[in-house]
């Protein structure tokens, strides 16, 4: 069984350009996680999709960032017009279900962004 | 509000030394905590998931330890290896996962 696959593993854009960035999730999981990790920062979530639906949003920056995990195909997560600050670790995680004590989430290997 | 922290931020210890790392939370309403390794440039690899209702969970030469009262836990690594460098990172389940900054870890031969 596969682990959660991103890719691409490294991504670069220019000012202004659209990135997308894809996560499968591990065989059998139906709720997928994205995180961002910035420079020397911690991971922070930005948003939960099951199939076909975003339950949570609430780390999303309001503009520029979107997300989808359709009923077939991978989890996308989108950012349009990047800029410098974009530039990070997007990680993917997932889960067989949502919530609960003994739901552990699956990470995969990340997508390193750089906006030139 | 959730918040982690890890202290210290970086760590140097020498080959064969035992070593603590810390970890906070302020809430302590946790389904679980959970810590983990990224190597630089690398995913994140679990290590130990420890629920809300145990007090410790060990693997190897890893033990982990959870005070919710608290809101402590530490992960503990005896006889240290070049191998344990990494970036050790804490992360606390409520309703989402919030992780700590973590710690640099690195040791030395």
């Known amino acids: 069984n596969a682990g959660v696959m991103q890719n691409p593993r490294h991504l670069v854009r220019r000012r202004g350009q659209e990135a997308r960035l894809r996560c499968s999730p591990m065989?059998?999981?139906?709720?997928v996680y994205w995180y961002r990790q910035l420079p020397e920062e911690g991971l922070k979530f930005m948003v939960y999709l099951q199939k076909e639906n975003i339950i949570d949003e609430s780390g999303m920056p309001k503009e520029r960032f979107s997300a989808e995990f359709p009923k077939e195909g991978p989890s996308i997560l989108r950012i349009q017009q990047v800029v410098r600050g974009d530039s990070a670790a997007y990680f993917c995680?997932?889960?067989?279900?949502?919530?609960?004590?003994?739901?552990?989430?699956?990470f995969g290997p990340g997508t390193r962004l750089t906006v030139l | 509000k959730q918040e982690v922290t890890q202290i210290p931020a970086a760590l140097s210890v020498p080959e064969g030394e035992n070593l603590v790392l810390n970890c906070s939370f302020t809430d302590s309403a946790i389904y679980n905590l959970q810590w983990f390794r990224q190597d630089p440039g690398k995913g994140l690899t679990s290590l130990l998931l420890?629920?809300?209702?145990?007090r410790e969970q060990t693997s190897g030469r890893l033990n982990a330890s959870l005070d919710k009262s608290s809101g402590r836990s530490t992960l503990y690594i005896a006889a240290s290896q070049p191998g344990d460098s990494a970036t050790y990172l804490c992360?606390?389940?409520?309703?989402?996962?919030?992780f700590g900054k973590g710690t640099r870890l690195h040791i030395l031969p």
């Open positions: 992360a606390v389940r409520d309703d989402k996962i919030i």
């Open positions: 420890i629920q809300s209702s145990q």
């Open positions: 995680a997932s889960s067989p279900q949502p919530g609960g004590a003994y739901n552990e989430q699956f």
């Open positions: 065989k059998g999981h139906s709720h």
